[in-house]
Nanobody, 123 residues
Framework: QVQLVESGGGLVQAGDSLRLSCAAS????????VGWFRQAPGEEREIVAA????????YYADSVKGRFTISRDNAKNTVYLQMNSLKPEDTAVYYC????????????????WGQGTQVTVSS
C-alpha cells in the first residue's frame, strides 16, 4: 500500500510559478512510476506529466511542455512538479499517482492516488 500526500498548491497570478510535492509513505516508492494529473471542474482527469522509477524517462502533456518539469528525489520519497509560466487554463485540482510498473504510464489506471491539491491561476 502506498499513501501519497500532495502539497504546494495555491492561488497565483498568470506568469507565476509553483512547485508541487508528492510525498509517499512506502519505502519501495523508489520503484514506482509516478504521474501528475489534473482535473478542472466539469472536465475529465488528464495526465500532466509522468516519471519512471529512475527518473531517467519523463513524459509531458503538450499543454505543459516547456513550462512544467517533473523530478523525483527517491532518498526523500518525493516527486515534484515545478510549474512555471502558469496560465489560467492550468487551474485545476492536481493529483499525484503511483504505479508499480517500471515503464512510464500515460493512462489514468494508477492504483494509488493522493487527495489532490488545488491550483488556481488568476488572469
Amino acid at each position: 500500500q502506498v499513501q501519497l500526500v500532495e502539497s504546494g498548491g495555491g492561488l497565483v497570478q498568470a506568469g507565476d510559478s509553483l512547485r508541487l510535492s508528492c510525498a509517499a509513505s512506502a519505502r519501495t516508492f523508489f520503484a514506482y512510476t509516478v504521474g501528475w494529473f489534473r482535473q478542472a471542474p466539469g472536465e475529465e482527469r488528464e495526465i500532466v506529466a509522468a516519471i519512471n522509477w529512475t527518473g531517467t524517462n519523463t513524459y509531458y502533456a503538450d499543454s505543459v511542455k516547456g513550462r512544467f518539469t517533473i523530478s523525483r528525489d527517491n532518498a526523500k520519497n518525493t516527486v515534484y512538479l515545478q510549474m512555471n509560466s502558469l496560465k489560467p487554463e492550468d487551474t485545476a485540482v492536481y493529483y499525484c499517482a503511483a504505479h508499480p510498473a517500471t515503464a512510464l504510464r500515460r493512462t489514468t489506471d494508477y492504483p494509488y492516488w493522493g487527495q489532490g491539491t488545488q491550483v488556481t491561476v488568476s488572469s
